[in-house]
């Protein structure tokens, strides 16, 4: 269930100071004026969801974009054979739906809650006439699409020359590295290590099962143990 609260007939200030501190927290909205947050939130909105709760559908029309304020979001898109590819899983204070600001075209993605979430809409308009009327923020969105633009040219890099299994393979060692523990706790349904390795979560739960059958990792629930970190690292190489 979507729950929407909007500021028309507010008896308050509070939500509107709330959400002002919400998108501020955003490295888009990062430096500004705490009086041009207020006036943003003027004309924001927030949605409260539960998990499974959807924001929007890929292929619908954007005319907002997004601050996650509480909880965790998923972005993917489905494939024609109906299989999910996760994007991105979002903690706040992430943004999404930026190029709707531009031109309020299709969604290119589809935008699931994870668990219990909160999130601020912000209308294109506003945003577009803040960014207007505010170097700063004009010069973060233009560095927010650029890493945008950056990451997906990375990954789509990694997809050409890296078969799935052996990207799989290669972001558990890299997720190891990072934590400096080799038992890792992934999201529901694989969704972070698809969309870090830029795979179906169906595939790539595919391939952790066969990693575990070959004596590579240990699966438990949500929690992943790399057991043996040569062979495994010699997949990552040869795939």
């Known amino acids: 269930m979507v729950v929407v609260a909007g500021n028309v007939g507010m008896d308050t200030d509070s939500e509107l100071h709330t959400q002002a501190r919400l998108?501020?927290?955003?490295?888009?909205?990062?430096?500004?004026r705490?009086?041009?947050?207020?006036e943003m939130s003027q004309h924001a909105f927030t949605q409260h969801l539960e998990a499974g709760d959807v924001l929007f559908r890929e292929g619908d029309r954007g005319s907002s974009?997004?601050?996650?304020?509480q909880g965790k979001?998923?972005?993917?898109?489905t494939g024609p054979d109906g299989s999910e590819s996760t994007l991105a899983v979002l903690e706040p204070p992430d943004t999404f739906g930026e190029l709707a600001i531009f031109d309020q075209g299709a969604r290119s993605a589809s935008a699931v809650a994870l668990e219990a979430s909160v999130?601020?809409?912000l209308p294109s308009q506003a945003v577009r006439d803040a960014y207007r009327n505010d170097a700063d923020l004009a010069?973060?969105?233009l560095r927010t699409l650029a890493a945008l633009v950056r990451a997906a040219t990375q990954q789509r890099s990694t997809v050409v020359f890296w078969d799935l299994a052996g990207r799989v393979s290669r972001e558990l060692l890299a997720l190891a590295d990072e934590h400096g523990d080799e038992t890792l706790y992934l999201n529901p349904h694989a969704a972070f290590l698809a969309a870090r390795a830029g795979g179906s979560d169906r595939a790539v739960v595919r391939i952790l099962g066969q990693l575990e059958r070959d004596g590579l990792i240990r699966i438990e629930g949500a929690k992943v143990a790399i057991v043996d970190r040569e062979r495994l690292a010699e997949r990552a190489t040869h795939g």
């Open 119 to 121: 999130v601020v809409g």
């Open 34 to 38: 705490a009086s041009r947050l207020l």
């Open 23 to 32: 998108i501020g927290r955003a490295a888009l909205f990062s430096g500004l």
């Open 139 to 141: 010069d973060n969105l």
């Open 65 to 69: 974009m997004f601050v996650l304020g």
């Open 73 to 77: 979001v998923r972005l993917f898109v």
